[in-house]
């Protein structure tokens, strides 16, 4: 019996465009249509990829009853927004990250998909990254021994990225490293301690009133014995990007690497060993197993800031 496609929009076209092939190709999904606030933008992109349904207003979109699902990647400040009302317009929901800016958002958020049984997704990428999946692997298979310890850091400098993003807090974007830390273990936090610490370049302190140039937290789960730590920074921090997390165990432990390019380390006892990490596209459909690899800002001429800087996020998009 053939499963019914499900017909997707994809609303933000800068770095929204990645997915475009991938759900052309995807054997259970129709890309069926595009929104972007510029109609030049939305022509542009719609006659490159031969998609015919184009929006320039979302709440039309969201009107049209073809519409199953939207996969938002519009700036942070309209996600929640933007998912509250596709969830009451009875859409699906696949939503860059963050979820949200605040708890209440996302209790809303949570509270409508409990309330009209749609799906929601926050579409985290570093757990779907080949390296993410090569440490799952090693703890379902015991290689681990008992989880210790788990620590994840995403440094990155976001000058010359678009004005919303100046002087944002650090943790209002943080999934990148708290997303693995929760996930490896299955668990939820339970308590969060959190400090902020230096201080960014004056003029970038007043749009959201937060003067920290780092932020880290300790998080402790629930009904365990398991605590992880968290390092984020955006603004006049000198570090490479680095999307990272490192996880401790009894018998081995995974550190990711220093330096972009090189190769991440496993520890037996005392002994490190320079891993290759593999990829994971045997666990996709066939027909976009090769988007692990390549995607559409993957050439010299055309590439998105977030790619360049994220390594195509580790072949997650697919």
Same mark, same amino acid.
């Given at each position: 019996?053939?499963?019914?496609?499900?017909?997707?929009?994809?609303?933000?076209?800068?770095?929204?465009?990645?997915?475009?092939?991938?759900?052309?190709?995807?054997?259970?999904?129709?890309?069926?249509?595009?929104?972007?606030?510029?109609?030049?933008?939305?022509?542009?992109?719609?006659?490159?990829?031969?998609?015919?349904?184009?929006?320039?207003?979302?709440?039309?979109?969201?009107?049209?009853?073809?519409?199953?699902?939207?996969?938002?990647?519009?700036?942070?400040?309209?996600?929640?927004?933007?998912?509250?009302?596709?969830?009451?317009?009875?859409?699906?929901?696949?939503?860059?990250?963050?979820?949200?800016?605040?708890?209440?958002?996302?209790?809303?958020?949570?509270?409508?998909?409990?309330?009209?049984?749609?799906?929601?997704?926050?579409?985290? +990428?570093?757990?779907?990254? *080949? &390296?993410?999946?090569? @440490?799952?692997?090693?703890?379902?298979?015991? /290689?681990?021994?008992? =989880?210790?310890?788990?620590?994840?850091?995403?440094?990155?400098?976001?000058?010359?990225?678009?004005?919303?993003?100046?002087?944002?807090?650090?943790?209002?974007?943080?999934?990148?490293?708290?997303?693995?830390?929760?996930?490896?273990?299955?668990?939820?936090?339970?308590?969060?301690?959190?400090?902020?610490?230096?201080?960014?370049?004056?003029?970038?302190?007043?749009?959201?009133?937060?003067?920290?140039?780092?932020?880290?937290?300790?998080?402790?789960?629930?009904?365990?014995?398991?605590?992880?730590?968290?390092?984020?920074?955006?603004?006049? +921090?000198?570090?490479?990007? *680095? &999307?990272?997390?490192? @996880?401790?165990?009894?018998?081995?432990?995974? /550190?990711?690497?220093? =330096?972009?390019?090189?190769?991440?380390?496993?520890?037996?006892?005392?002994?490190?060993?320079?891993?290759?990490?593999?990829?994971?596209?045997?666990?996709?459909?066939?027909?976009?197993?090769?988007?692990?690899?390549?995607?559409?800002?993957?050439?010299?001429?055309?590439?998105?800031?977030?790619?360049?800087?994220?390594?195509?996020?580790?072949?997650?998009?697919?």
């Amino acid at each position: 019996m053939s499963q019914k496609k499900i017909n997707v929009a994809i609303v933000g076209l800068g770095f929204g465009a990645e997915f475009i092939p991938i759900y052309q190709k995807h054997p259970n999904a129709n890309m069926y249509a595009i929104c972007q606030r510029t109609q030049s933008k939305v022509d542009e992109i719609g006659d490159a990829f031969g998609i015919e349904v184009r929006y320039t207003d979302y709440e039309e979109l969201l009107r049209d009853p073809n519409v199953d699902a939207v996969h938002i990647n519009t700036p942070i400040q309209s996600h929640a927004e933007q998912s509250i009302a596709a969830l009451k317009a009875g859409k699906h929901v696949a939503c860059t990250v963050p979820m949200a800016t605040t708890v209440e958002e996302c209790r809303q958020i949570v509270e409508l998909v409990q309330e009209t049984g749609l799906t929601y997704m926050m579409m985290e +990428t570093v757990i779907y990254s *080949r &390296e993410f999946l090569f @440490v799952k692997e090693l703890y379902e298979k015991g /290689e681990l021994g008992r =989880i210790q310890f788990l620590r994840a850091s995403h440094q990155q400098e976001m000058a010359g990225w678009p004005g919303y993003w100046e002087g944002l807090p650090p943790m209002h974007y943080a999934t990148h490293c708290v997303g693995p830390v929760l996930a490896l273990p299955r668990t939820e936090a339970e308590y969060v301690s959190c400090l902020g610490s230096g201080r960014i370049d004056e003029e970038l302190i007043p749009k959201y009133g937060s003067p920290f140039a780092i932020e880290t937290c300790h998080i402790k789960f629930r009904d365990s014995d398991l605590s992880a730590e968290v390092t984020r920074s955006l603004f006049n +921090t000198a570090r490479q990007y *680095r &999307e990272s997390f490192d @996880v401790y165990g009894s018998k081995k432990s995974f /550190e990711w690497t220093q =330096i972009e390019h090189e190769d991440s380390v496993i520890h037996t006892g005392e002994t490190p060993e320079r891993v290759k990490i593999p990829d994971y596209a045997h666990l996709l459909p066939e027909e976009i197993q090769n988007f692990t690899q390549a995607g559409v800002y993957d050439s010299d001429d055309n590439q998105h800031l977030s790619f360049i800087q994220g390594a195509g996020h580790g072949g997650s998009h697919p």
